[in-house]
Nanobody, 115 residues
Framework: QVHLVESGGDLVQAGGSLRLSCVAS????????MGWYRQAPGKQRELVAA???????NYADFVKGRFTVSRGNAQNTVYLQMNSLKPEDTAVYYC?????????WGQGTQVTVSA
């Protein structure tokens, strides 16, 4: 079993910045990738950014140039630096850990961007 704890969600004004953190514990050897998804009210959950075991990042088009995903030195932590936030970035952000066919999710952290 894998346990994920997210932090960093908050209320921020448009143009502001936030940094989300996610720490994984439990059976965390052989993680394939870690990343962040988000879900806004009435919408499907969507990929925001992910980073592979080798350190290759992958971004959704709507965050390119604004968000940066990174992993900690211990490889069980993933961060999402969010800059130039927009009201449309408002959503619950979920940490994801991928082991190939198996995925684990955090409980989510709310990010609200006011106009």
């Amino acid at each position: 079993q894998v346990h994920l704890v997210e932090s960093g969600g908050d209320l921020v004004q448009a143009g502001g910045s936030l940094r989300l953190s996610c720490v994984a514990s439990g059976f965390i050897s052989n993680i394939n990738a870690m990343g962040w998804y988000r879900q806004a009210p009435g919408k499907q959950r969507e990929l925001v950014a992910a980073i592979s075991r080798g350190g290759t990042p992958n971004y959704a088009d709507f965050v390119k140039g604004r968000f940066t995903v990174s992993r900690g030195n211990a490889q069980n932590t993933v961060y999402l630096q969010m800059n130039s936030l927009k009201p449309e970035d408002t959503a619950v952000y979920y940490c994801n850990v991928n082991f190939g066919a198996l995925n684990f999710w955090g409980q989510g952290t709310q990010v609200t961007v006011s106009a």
